[in-house]
């Protein structure tokens, strides 16, 4: 994932004609922290698991980024999403920098009170690098609002009262209103955008969307709201596909209460993955990496693909999908919303003051409107397609800043 990220930062690199040496300050993370977390079970028997801290860049503020709890989390992966924190809050142009990290264990064998005691292992072993000016974690892959309050519980003791150490929290302990469906809100600004390029709107198309999860869930019934019909829905136990339109609301309903939606009587039952080339006009990837790859790019038969999830694409099914006339929405365009209703929650808990949900709402459709638009402008000024616009904008941006803040006499002009 980590060369992807890359070679998507060089396409867009080389568009704007950057010297090795600039190239080198915007890709090297600034710090790495790795740390040995020791819990003991019930049993008495202690378990070791590694804990990451990637902060890639923080030429323009405080960085941010998730934490995943998973037995996959490890340096190479954390900095590639810290890589992508980076240009996302860029491109969206929220007042953060790019970090990432998480834990390396298994939350499913894990009783509740093991995970609060890693989580606060991991705050004890980073709270100094960590906090509302230096590096804001949020919720990832496995973790959510409790591992959010345990971590602002834990710093506070460090540091006094910090609700903006950490965002994603509950609404009731200084969580933002609007935070929960703030991505798939994002990804349905972006699709509304997308096809407003064709003059085409939502209620005009038909969407398969893979993930059920925070983003996919959230985008399905937006999507459904504004008229689109959701014909196709997949995730990691099965799919389900219905022609006329799957009922979201009671999908939903479903999925919250079998974990899955797999078996929903509303629809056929179909394959998970076959919802990546189902016939629908747009394709949604809302769960989990590279689920687009050289295999399966030529059989995908929508026209958009928008990334709710990041790093769905790989670098050579980006090229196929390009070839092929698809028009892809990048995840660090198309998913942004998250991280800008974290930037919202941050800004109240630094002034102490809360916003309406109609305050977030409105501030994200603008965020996520002229987000849109600064890409597609640079995407039509250079001839380029969106991602490489996407990724353009954002190190115009980060490499200004960074080079003012270093003091770096570089003749490119960004
Ligand atoms: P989630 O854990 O709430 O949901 C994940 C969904 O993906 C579930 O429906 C799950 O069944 C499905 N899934 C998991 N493995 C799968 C597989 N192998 N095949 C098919 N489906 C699979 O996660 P989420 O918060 O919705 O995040 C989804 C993606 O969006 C991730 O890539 C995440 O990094 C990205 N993202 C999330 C946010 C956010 O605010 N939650 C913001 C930006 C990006």
């Not at 070679?7 to 710090?31: M, N, Q």
């Not at 003991?40 to 028997?45: I, R």
């Not at 390396?104 to 005691?117: F, H, K, N």
Request: hydrophobic share 45%.
């Amino acid at each position: 994932m980590l060369d992807a990220s890359h070679r998507y930062f060089h396409a867009a690199a080389d568009v704007l004609g950057l010297s090795t040496k600039v190239r080198e300050i915007l890709l090297s993370p600034f710090r790495v922290v790795k740390v040995d977390l020791v819990i003991e079970d019930d049993e008495g028997k202690l378990h070791h698991n590694t804990g990451y801290r990637v902060q890639h860049n923080a030429a323009r503020g405080p960085m941010k980024g998730g934490l995943r709890y998973h037995p996959t989390v490890d340096e190479d992966h954390a900095t590639a999403l810290a890589n992508l924190m980076t240009w996302k809050t860029a491109v969206v142009d929220v007042p953060f920098g790019g970090a990432k990290g998480g834990i390396d264990c298994d939350p499913e064998t894990m009783t509740r009170a093991e995970l609060d005691a890693l989580t606060r292992q991991f705050v004890a072993q980073t709270k100094d690098v960590i906090g509302p000016t230096l590096d804001v974690p949020a919720p990832d892959v496995n973790t959510n609002a409790d591992v959010m309050a345990w971590i602002m519980d834990e710093y506070s003791k460090y540091q006094g009262f910090s609700p903006a150490v950490v965002t994603g929290k509950p609404e009731h302990l200084f969580g933002s209103a609007g935070r929960e469906e703030a991505t798939g809100l994002g990804v349905t600004i972006a699709l509304r955008e997308a096809l407003a390029l064709e003059q085409k709107t939502i209620a005009d198309v038909t969407v398969a969307l893979q993930g059920f999860g925070n983003v996919g869930r959230h985008a399905a019934r937006l999507i459904a709201e504004s008229g689109g019909r959701v014909v196709a829905v997949g995730d990691h136990l099965g799919g389900v596909a219905n022609a006329e339109g799957l009922d979201v609301a009671q999908l939903s309903g479903w999925a919250l209460e079998h974990r899955t939606v797999a078996g929903f009587p509303g629809g056929d039952p179909i394959e998970g993955s076959e919802v990546l080339t189902w016939g629908a006009d747009v394709l949604v990837p809302a769960a989990i990496e590279d689920v687009l790859t050289e295999d399966n790019a030529r059989d995908v038969r929508a026209r958009i693909v928008v990334e709710g999830a990041n790093g769905p694409t790989t670098p050579a099914a980006d090229a196929i999908l390009r070839e092929r006339g698809v028009l892809v929405v990048p995840d660090i365009l198309a998913n942004a919303g998250g991280v800008t209703v974290s930037y919202f929650e941050w800004a109240q808990n630094v002034q102490q003051f809360r916003w309406e949900l109609e305050r977030v709402h409105a501030e994200l459709e603008k965020a996520m409107t002229r987000a849109f638009a600064s890409v597609r402008d640079v995407a039509r000024e250079k001839s380029i397609d969106l991602r490489t616009a996407a990724f353009v904008l954002a190190i115009r941006r980060v490499g200004k800043a960074a080079l003012a803040r270093r003091n770096v006499r570089e003749k490119i002009a960004l």
